[in-house]
C-alpha cells in the first residue's frame, strides 16, 4: 500500500472518539475546533497537533497548563484561544505557526512568550492581560502586521527599546494599564499609527520627547502614575 486517502473529518472524528475530549465541536466548513470549558485538565496531547490542516482551535475555560511541542506543527492556525486556563509558558515551536492571525492567553500564569516572535508576521491580534509576564520580546516590535497588543494586569517593568527604523508598525491600539513601568523607550513615539494608548496605573515619572510624534493618538489613559511633567 503506497498511499491512503482519508477525510479531514474522518481524521477527525477519530481522534476526538479515542480522545477525552470526545465532546469537543467540529466544525468542518470552517477548519475549527471548539473545546470551550471542556473541564479538560494537564497537557493538551500531541495527537491534537497532527491535524495540522485546522485554522482555529478554542480551548478557553479549561485547566490545560501544558502545550506540546509539536505545536509549531500547525502551520494553517490562523485563531488559538487559550484564555483562562494555567500556562505557564509555550513552547519553542510556537513561533513557526506562520499563519496565526490571532492569539488570545489572557489570564493564565504565563511567565514569558518564546523568542523569534518576530516571526509570526501574519499576527493582527495579540491578548495577554492578566498573566505573570515581567516583560515583553524584544521582536515584538517587528511585527509589522500587529494591530492590538494588550498586556493589562501583567508585572512588566520594561518595555523592549524600539529601534530607528521601527516605524513601520500597524499598532493602533496598545494596553498596559497595571503594570509596574517606570519608563518608556526612548523611541516610543515611532509607534505613530496608534489610536488608543492605556498607560493607567503604572509607575511611570516621564514620558520621552518623542511622545509628541503620535499624532493620531485619540484615546491616552495615563492616570495614577509619577508623571511630573508632559513633553511639549
Not at 205 to 226: A, C, E, H, M, T
Request: some cysteine; glycine content about 4%; proline content about 4%.
Amino acid at each position: 500500500m503506497s498511499k491512503v486517502f482519508i477525510s479531514e473529518e474522518e481524521i477527525v472524528k477519530n481522534w476526538m472518539g479515542n480522545n477525552i475530549l470526545a465532546k469537543g465541536t467540529y466544525y468542518k466548513e470552517e477548519s475549527r475546533i471548539n473545546f470551550t470549558e471542556m473541564r479538560y485538565h494537564g497537557k493538551i496531547p500531541e495527537t491534537l497537533f497532527d491535524l495540522t490542516f485546522l485554522k482555529s482551535l478554542n480551548f478557553s475555560k479549561n485547566n490545560i497548563d501544558e502545550l506540546p511541542e509539536n505545536l509549531g506543527d500547525m502551520k494553517e492556525l490562523e485563531y488559538l484561544n487559550l484564555m483562562i486556563n494555567k500556562i505557564k509558558c509555550l513552547p519553542a515551536s510556537f513561533v513557526d505557526c506562520s499563519s496565526l492571525k490571532y492569539l488570545t492567553i489572557s489570564q493564565n500564569a504565563l511567565l514569558n512568550l518564546p523568542e523569534g516572535i518576530e516571526h509570526l508576521q501574519e499576527l493582527e491580534d495579540l491578548f495577554l492581560n492578566e498573566n505573570a509576564l515581567i516583560e515583553l520580546p524584544k521582536g515584538i516590535w517587528k511585527l509589522k502586521t500587529l494591530k492590538v497588543l494588550d498586556a493589562q494586569k501583567n508585572e512588566i517593568k520594561m518595555l523592549p527599546n524600539i529601534e530607528e527604523h521601527d516605524n513601520e508598525l500597524k499598532l493602533h491600539e496598545l494596553y498596559l494599564s497595571k503594570n509596574c513601568l517606570v519608563f518608556l523607550p526612548d523611541r516610543f513615539g515611532n509607534l505613530t499609527s496608534l489610536n488608543y494608548l492605556y498607560l493607567s496605573y503604572n509607575m511611570i515619572k516621564r514620558v520621552p520627547d518623542s511622545f509628541g510624534n503620535l499624532q493620531l493618538l485619540q484615546y491616552l489613559y495615563i492616570n495614577n502614575n509619577k508623571l511630573t511633567s508632559l513633553p511639549r
